[in-house]
């Protein structure tokens, strides 16, 4: 009889209270990143404490319930019903979408339902499966759990993973499980808002449960209640006749409902975990140890083996087939388009080298050449460079770079498959990874039929941390393929992103190749001599911040300042953080800094230690010892409005308007006989802003070559434009563009320093002048709510996913970015097509000037002498004319010796 009942004990339901651990979780775990710095810790905890479960338990099935965080009856009849918890934090809010999504993989059912309680599911759930004679163990540690403890079901206590049953819970309160739910009446349940009754706690409550059984029985007994039975108990009968009314709906609160109507049967399946999506997701945050016991996971489902060999349809090349090498060859060329992977070894070493190479075909065949058996990337050169062939790649740029380094130069068609999906959904770039891609554009669908047997790998670009194996590596490259196919069908039925593609992310995937291996000259004496005078500089901050405050700390440390700032020098309070503290935020240092030296102390030393540890100290490392120059990597799918992101280094961030950042600049110059040159567009948002809302003052301001400024200035302060002041056409400016990137009222009286009302008064006036950019801007915005999306000039599809958010913030935040996202992501597109254009002409005429770097609105040429006359009017011509707007696009050119000159 024992050994039945310690078998029905090893394949239980087991359900999960899932909110509870994600808090848990989250607050208990140390922060975890993944390589892209997105949070996993509240992931992380709860997929250990599911495997843990399965390989424990081995259940016959296991569901994770989550709260809707829709109200529900018990906040109509109690509407302090859990006040008191505090809004879920944004790192933890960012993690239940792929927490969800994983559990799913594991094979485990998810349950939310609107207006119903995760409690009440469970409960219904874990009563139904008991009368069915299946053990329920219930994995959480809220007191409520308790009442629906019963021969069946049980709790599994989380610290220890004890199992909890009727006999314990009689043991730990001395009552019977369902007797909890007086017994919280009485001492109230904090995480759920329930005071209880004043001057009884858990000892009285103890006693009243365990001789009278229940809160009916109680108050049927309340004379029975004298000193002999609890102390004070006057005091105590007083307060229960007191809050009679509110006890008798604490039970109905407190109280699990367990027959509710779900009509959720085919949701509750258990099924084989997704081995594939599993690798895919383990590798993306960085789960390792789990990616090598990965084989296993079967085992918790007690089902044959569903890893299998290779799937029939990949070949690795071995000597077997070494007859047959060219042969094998010839059949790839003869494919109409390919996609290919270079398979690297591990990437943890700071050389790399090519470890073998996959292809799929349209004949659906995958082949993986290792190159330990006598065979080169060079041996397949006729198909890189076979211009019939279409070449599909998952990173074209550094492909393209790889196959030059060995003397092969990729022609044909080329596709980037990050490139197509970000084209189509600017969400959709390489901040997802290839299971990302796979989910949104194939939505589950089986890429072949052997996909599910197989485990996979990550793609994503930046996570190059592990060597991938041959299998690995041919899914990749047959997903690569199939996706290709898939997002090709999108843009046969879309011609502006068919455009976008075509015309301009495409080719200039080519020219971002070529500015990367151009790179830009550094002067490290002069880099390194800065390094020197910035770290002095740090080190008397540190000390002058220290005499200052009397005390040693650390300036970096926010919770350190805090007490100093806020206690000792007794500062003005501003605003508080998250957590309740005082802020010291450089908003705050800076508001501080005009009264109190050590905040302006504070702001200056981290302002320099950025700069010192952002650049001073990494770009020394970053120079390449062949030509002394800094390769940055532009990423072209990483920003929401389609601009260029640079990294290792950011070029783009260089501090421009201080002392600091100017010198810096300097450092970055030119070789002799040559010139450093930069090519800026001139309020490019403004125009493309007059050609968008067809604002008839705007496009005539432009045309005529007014000053924009000026003009608004005129406008706002009522004052003639030849008397506006420099000042007044300062604010005018601010105005003028905070406008266009949505700033509200309260933004631009910081912004300008007046007060709300003067703010408020700019703002109409520039909407009374402007009257057509208002008109834009508000069918724009109900554009946006119809769609999730906002156009470019040229017709690419800048996506807001939060448009229509019920989070006010980030709704407020998408409306902003509905206002200027179209301006920003036509400035974008303006100057990739100056980018393409520039190259053409400098290729054609075959010069030595080049592109150096592409600072958002700007391009930095380095011109040779002799070019230079004839060289930068063709630069203006081109950049001024790329694209035809109702308004000429202008241009500025500055030029020196080195960066810092030209500003």
Request: positive net charge.
């Amino acid at each position: 009889m024992n050994i039945k009942k310690e078998k029905k004990q090893l394949n239980p339901i087991i359900l999960i209270d899932g909110n509870i651990y994600i808090y848990r979780f989250y607050h208990a775990l140390p922060k975890l990143k993944n390589s892209f710095e997105e949070p996993s810790n509240a992931i992380y905890g709860m997929v250990n404490m599911l495997l843990n479960l399965l390989k424990k338990y081995k259940p016959k099935k296991i569901i994770v319930i989550f709260d809707s965080h829709k109200k529900n009856f018990r906040h109509s009849i109690f509407r302090n019903y859990k006040n008191n918890r505090t809004s879920m934090p944004e790192n933890l809010k960012v993690q239940i979408s792929p927490l969800k999504s994983v559990i799913n993989m594991l094979g485990i059912p998810t349950i939310s339902i609107p207006t119903i309680e995760a409690d009440d599911i469970i409960g219904t759930i874990a009563k139904k499966e008991s009368r069915k004679g299946n053990t329920v163990l219930i994995q959480s540690y809220d007191k409520d759990m308790i009442q629906l403890v019963k021969k069946e079901i049980k709790i599994i206590y989380s610290t220890n993973s004890e199992i909890i049953d009727s006999n314990k819970i009689k043991e730990k309160y001395g009552f019977s499980p369902k007797k909890i739910v007086d017994f919280l009446c009485l001492i109230g349940d904090k995480s759920d808002s329930i005071p209880g009754i004043s001057g009884i706690g858990k000892k009285t409550a103890s006693i009243l449960i365990s001789k009278y059984g229940s809160i009916e029985s109680i108050y049927k007994n309340l004379k029975k209640i004298t000193p002999s039975v609890v102390r004070n108990s006057k005091k105590i009968i007083s307060s229960l006749i007191k809050y009679k009314k509110s006890v008798f709906l604490f039970k109905k609160i407190i109280t699990i409902k367990s027959d509710i109507y779900l009509n959720i049967e085919e949701k509750l399946k258990f099924s084989n975990p997704k081995i594939l999506n599993l690798y895919l997701f383990f590798k993306y945050y960085n789960f390792n140890t789990w990616i090598k016991k990965i084989k296993n996971f079967n085992f918790f489902y007690q089902k044959k083996s569903i890893i299998k060999k290779k799937p029939s349809n990949f070949i690795i090349f071995s000597k077997k087939l070494k007859k047959n090498f060219h042969e094998i060859i010839n059949t790839i060329e003869k494919s109409f388009s390919i996609s290919f992977f270079l398979h690297f070894d591990n990437y943890k070493k700071k050389k790399k080298s090519l470890k073998g190479i996959a292809f799929s075909t349209n004949e659906k065949k995958t082949i993986y050449f290792p190159f330990k058996e006598n065979i080169s990337i060079n041996d397949f050169q006729k198909i890189f460079e076979n211009k019939k062939i279409k070449k599909i790649s998952k990173n074209l740029k550094e492909d393209r770079k790889v196959l030059k380094e060995n003397k092969i130069t990729l022609k044909g068609d080329q596709y980037d498959i990050f490139v197509e999906s970000y084209i189509l959904n600017s969400k959709f770039g390489e901040k997802c990874n290839l299971y990302e891609l796979k989910e949104k554009w194939i939505k589950n669908k089986i890429i072949n039929k052997n996909e599910k047997k197989e485990k996979t790998f990550d793609n994503t670009k930046n996570n190059k941390k592990y060597t991938l194996r041959k299998n690995d590596v041919m899914i990749q490259t047959e997903i690569i393929f199939k996706l290709h196919q898939k997002l090709s069908n999108f843009f046969k039925k879309d011609k502006y992103n068919l455009f976008i593609l075509n015309n301009i992310d495409l080719p200039l995937i080519k020219v971002i190749e070529k500015i990367e291996n151009n790179g830009v000259l550094i002067d490290q004496h002069l880099l390194k001599e800065q390094s020197q005078k910035n770290a002095l500089k740090l080190i008397d901050l540190k000390k002058l911040a220290h005499k200052l405050s009397n005390s040693s700390f650390n300036l970096l440390s926010n919770k350190q300042l805090q007490p100093i700032l806020f206690k000792n020098e007794k500062s003005k309070k501003i605003k508080k953080n998250k957590n309740g503290n005082f802020s010291t935020s450089k908003t705050v240092l800076k508001a501080l800094s005009f009264e109190n030296p050590l905040a302006k102390i504070i702001l200056n030393y981290r302002k320099l230690k950025k700069l010192q540890s952002n650049y001073l100290d990494t770009l020394p490392n970053m120079i390449n010892p062949k030509d002394n120059r800094i390769h940055t990597s532009y990423h072209q799918t990483l920003t929401s409005t389609g601009r260029l992101s640079s990294k290792n280094p950011n070029l783009q961030n260089i501090p421009i308007r201080t002392k600091e950042g100017n010198l810096l600049r300097k450092s970055f110059v030119v070789p002799p006989k040559s010139i450093i040159t930069a090519i800026d567009y001139s309020q490019i948002e403004l125009r493309i802003l007059a050609h968008l809302s067809n604002d008839p003052y705007l496009i005539n301001a432009f045309k005529k070559n007014k000053d924009i400024h000026v003009l608004t200035a005129s406008e706002i302060f009522n004052v003639p434009i030849f008397n506006v002041t420099n000042e007044q056409r300062q604010k005018a400016k601010v105005v003028n563009f905070s406008l266009i990137y949505g700033m509200t009222t309260f933004g631009l009286s910081k912004k300008i320093n007046v007060t709300l009302k003067e703010a408020e008064k700019y703002i109409q006036v520039f909407f009374e002048k402007y009257q057509k950019v208002k008109e834009y801007i508000k069918k724009n915005q109900e554009f946006a709510f119809k769609t999730g999306f906002v156009y470019t000039v040229l017709g690419r599809k800048l996506y807001l996913p939060n448009i229509n958010s019920k989070n006010i913030f980030l709704k407020k935040s998408a409306e902003r970015s509905c206002i200027n996202a179209p301006m920003q992501g036509t400035a974008a597109d303006i100057i990739k097509k100056s980018m393409i254009e520039i190259d053409k002409y400098l290729s054609k005429k075959k010069l030595f000037s080049k592109i150096i770097m592409q600072i958002h609105d700007e391009l930095i040429f380095e011109i040779k002498e002799k070019e230079y006359e004839k060289l930068y009017p063709k630069l203006i011509y081109i950049m001024e004319n790329v694209i035809t707007l109702k308004v000429p696009l202008k241009v500025s050119i500055k030029s020196g010796q080195n960066w810092g000159e030209i500003y």
